[in-house]
């Protein structure tokens, strides 16, 4: 059974988690959806896949962890088990195949003439402002606020698999719905179980009530970032107002499945 620190602070968070998803399932019918914002999200998206990490390491998912790899050869099986290492490598190859699926349902879709796209293209994607609010402030969380801040920006990376979740909803409706709903069921399929073993060790870590209640508000801060930071991803289909309901708990949360996760 989960903690009560624990189902606290998920309690706290799930209704930002649906407000994530309310911004994408919203979006699939809004009138805003053009064939021109959906190039726009899936750009967005292949670029979060290469360039955004948790902790804000600007080296990326790939670039950093390779170059740490290699840093940390020396070290296998005297200072680092092997199995951590191929841990770590699978989590890159996974990571990997995440922005492949989300490349390819972008280039099923780039206009005439568009080259594909590549890691290296990408870099130079102009970011837009609510991702970079996001990316700031998790950079800043894990310089101020230690372990706990970690913690924080580690459980509410993914947002609850939320864009994945709601992408899957669009199979079978063809073209490129069934290339997002085949790219975030794949998506889906490494991320939940990852992210459940995530949430539930958290129990394991030896943290006071005061350090439970300030990765609460810390992730209840990032959670409402998400929301904004989806909500620009994909046009802006939730107005400020609805977004603001949502915030004061005007919403069903998420139902976090805590017997799922122990099992994952």
């Known amino acids: 059974m989960p903690s009560p620190q624990l189902e606290e602070l998920v309690k706290a968070v799930a209704p930002l988690f649906a407000g ?4 994408m399932r919203t979006y699939w019918t809004s009138p805003v959806r053009t064939p021109e914002t959906d190039r726009l999200w899936l750009l967005r998206q292949s670029r979060k896949e290469v360039w955004d ?6 080296r990326g998912l790939y670039v950093g962890p390779v170059e740490d790899l290699l840093s940390d050869f020396s070290k296998i099986d005297t200072e680092i088990p092997r199995e951590e290492i191929l841990d770590r490598m699978e989590g890159i190859y996974e990571e990997f195949s995440h922005y492949c699926a989300f490349a390819d349902a972008y280039d099923s879709v780039r206009e005439a003439g568009e080259p594909r796209l590549s890691p290296a293209r990408l870099r130079e994607v102009q970011d837009w402002r609510e991702n970079l609010a996001i990316r700031d402030r998790r950079a800043y969380i894990k310089a101020i606020e230690g372990a ?5 920006c580690f459980f509410t990376e993914g947002g609850y698999c ?3 979740s709601e992408g899957m909803t ?11 709903a085949r790219a975030c069921g794949l998506v889906y399929e490494d991320e939940f179980g990852h992210m459940c073993k995530g949430i539930v060790g958290l129990d394991t870590g030896d943290m006071s009530d005061a350090d439970w209640a300030r990765m609460t508000d810390l992730s209840v801060e990032l959670a409402t970032l998400r929301i904004h930071m989806r909500n620009g991803q994909f046009s802006y289909p939730l107005s400020a107002d609805r977004i603001s309901a949502i915030v004061a708990g005007d919403i069903t949360p998420v139902t976090f499945d805590f017997e799922k996760a122990q099992a994952a």
């Open 20 to 23: 994530e998803a309310e911004v």
């Open 53 to 58: 990490t948790p902790l804000g390491d600007q």
């Open 148 to 152: 706990v801040g970690e913690r924080a």
């Open 162 to 164: 939320t864009l994945f």
């Open 170 to 180: 669009l199979s079978g409706n063809g073209g490129v719905d069934d290339m997002i």
